[in-house]
């Protein structure tokens, strides 16, 4: 065997396609599109070696065409999640024991593979299954999953060069290794780069994972394993399954070799999963770790000193991409009365000019939500804000679900700032506006500060750098990720490592050095050369 101290190539940010009209990628993203209509897929579950096919086979459509069939899963249940736990355990020891340099090409492999010859097919699943725009899908399915991939590789290999210091005739050494028995990805469907980011980076640090999709992302979810077993993943390292949540749930956390779950979803499940694991502790060799990015009321808040256009246009993009379907979206928003009137301007203005319908034609911003369940609770929060006498809707508020799950890009403007779209977290296109006298600017941070249980994302518009400044020290635990003169999303892997406290998770930051870290157990080893042979001291020398 060949050793060396290797070094790995230096990640850099993938470059993100624009799909101008006469671009190469246009055209080549169009023919994936067609190509993934022309026919219905048959999507197993991957447990170890096989590729598992059970009798509940489950209907695929696109959330904006929910009478077209993309094609079917299959289902499975608890007897698949134990096959999946004992392929993951059966795996590990070669897995753990498998050169880093080994893991680390794997994984490199996968990001070209989705740089090349995936892209566009993977784009064209998120773009078809979870409904979203060109622009959105380039920037997450493609980009921020193969960034993923490249940086978690160079932070890997930055964590094994952390070594302690030795004292003369003592070599200190430090070995990170991975969690004893298996580990669990449970993965949302509003983002293809964290469902393939959370399994990738438990097993990139030598773990062996059951992964658990959203049933709403299992298009693209396959589609990442197939580049996974294309650039050489061992079978057993990652299984994934299709099972309902507390099926699973009840599986995983009651076995004795659960090792921790890397989790993004909804503040409610995850904290049901700390209560369970809670309640189990004394049944696991070890305790497992447990990280979590959870639910967000991401804000805007506005200085008199910003630009009007700027902040209308952050509040364009920040509420509405991808529907508001980003635990960063903007979804509360404080405005000087001074500003109002030209913002309000503007921000109409722009929404008269958005497009809705399906992203298979490129000339739509807005698109659907994900299903049935998440229309009925967004349009529910619309009609209670029409109810209340201190709303004003200025724009949009209208929903159909006879062919797809469309919601109209919808702005509130309340008086009263504790009203419940101010508070509760939505997950869809609804912002809510509250205004301010120019005067209570200082008293407006505090109210940002306490309204929301959560804290993920938020930023600050203004010319003013007092007023920045006063704003990033009064809001520093009000967000883990903080914008100043830009909106509340588009975190980038590398430059905005992504998460937040209180209720928006434990802020283990995704994109950064300190998430995989999470997926290590260290060891430190001591090693005398020439050790003592005589027990006693020199200060027990008699004077």
């Given at each position: 065997m060949a050793n060396g101290f290797f070094n790995v190539p230096l990640p850099k940010n993938e470059p993100v396609s624009d799909y101008a009209p006469t671009s190469k990628a246009r055209s080549a993203l169009k023919k994936a599109i067609a190509d993934a209509l022309s026919k219905e897929v048959d999507i197993p579950m991957y447990i170890g070696g096989e590729e598992v096919r059970t009798n509940q086979k489950q209907r695929l459509s696109p959330p904006h065409d929910h009478q077209k069939t993309l094609g079917y899963f299959h289902e499975g249940d608890r007897e698949h999640v134990t096959q999946a736990i004992d392929a993951a355990l059966a795996a590990k020891p070669l897995w753990a024991?498998?050169?880093?340099?080994?893991?680390?090409?794997?994984?490199?492999?996968?990001?070209?593979?989705?740089a090349g010859p995936y892209r566009y097919k993977i784009n064209a699943a998120t773009m078809l299954g979870q409904s979203k725009n060109c622009y959105q899908a380039e920037i997450d399915s493609a980009c921020e999953l193969i960034d993923f991939l490249r940086f978690n590789v160079y932070y890997m290999s930055q964590i094994y060069q952390d070594q302690p210091e030795s004292s003369p005739g003592v070599w200190n050494r430090m070995e990170y290794r991975p969690l004893e028995g298996f580990t669990f990805a449970l993965t949302p469907f509003n983002f293809t780069a964290i469902a393939g980011n959370l399994p990738t980076s438990m097993a990139l640090m030598g773990n062996t994972v059951v992964w658990k999709p959203a049933h709403t992302q299992i298009l693209a979810a396959n589609v990442i394993m197939e580049v996974l077993k294309e650039a050489g993943l061992p079978d057993g390292v990652i299984n994934l399954i299709y099972a309902d949540g507390?099926?699973?749930g009840d599986v995983i956390f009651n076995h004795r070799d659960f090792g921790g779950i890397h989790f993004t979803g909804s503040t409610k499940v995850f904290q049901n999963i700390w209560k369970t694991i809670g309640q189990n502790i004394h049944n696991y060799r070890s305790y497992p770790r447990i990280v979590g990015e959870t639910g967000g009321k991401d804000f805007i808040v506005v200085h008199p000193s910003a630009n009007a256009k700027e902040v209308s246009t952050a509040i364009s993009r920040g509420a509405f991409e991808f529907q508001g379907q980003k635990c960063s979206a903007a979804s509360r928003c404080y405005i000087p009365s001074s500003l109002w009137s030209s913002i309000k301007k503007y921000l109409q203005d722009d929404l008269k000019t958005f497009k809705m319908g399906s992203p298979e034609d490129f000339g739509n911003f807005i698109n659907a939500v994900i299903d049935e369940k998440a229309f009925d609770s967004i349009s529910k929060y619309i009609d209670e804000a029409k109810r209340n006498p201190l709303n004003e809707i200025i724009a949009g508020g209208n929903c159909d679900k006879s062919q797809g799950y469309f919601i109209e890009p919808t702005v509130i403007v309340t008086k009263d700032p504790m009203s419940i779209t101010m508070c509760e977290e939505i997950f869809g296109p609804v912002v809510t506006i509250y205004i301010y006298q120019d005067e209570n600017f200082e008293e407006t941070l505090k109210l940002v500060d306490s309204t929301s249980p959560y804290?993920?994302?938020?930023?600050?518009f203004a010319k003013d750098r007092f007023a920045i400044e006063v704003a990033t020290k009064k809001l520093s635990q009000a967000a883990g990720n903080f914008y100043i003169n830009d909106k509340p999303t588009g975190a980038v892997v590398g430059q905005q490592p992504f998460g937040g406290a209180r209720g928006s998770g434990t802020n283990d930051k995704a994109g950064a050095k300190v998430n995989l870290l999470r997926w290590v157990s260290l060891r430190t080893i001591k090693e005398t050369f020439v050790p003592p042979q005589d027990y006693g001291y020199p200060f027990l020398e008699k004077e």
């Open positions: 024991e498998h050169s880093w340099e080994s893991r680390a090409a794997i994984f490199l492999k996968a990001a070209d593979l989705l507390p099926t699973v804290a993920l994302t938020g930023s600050i």
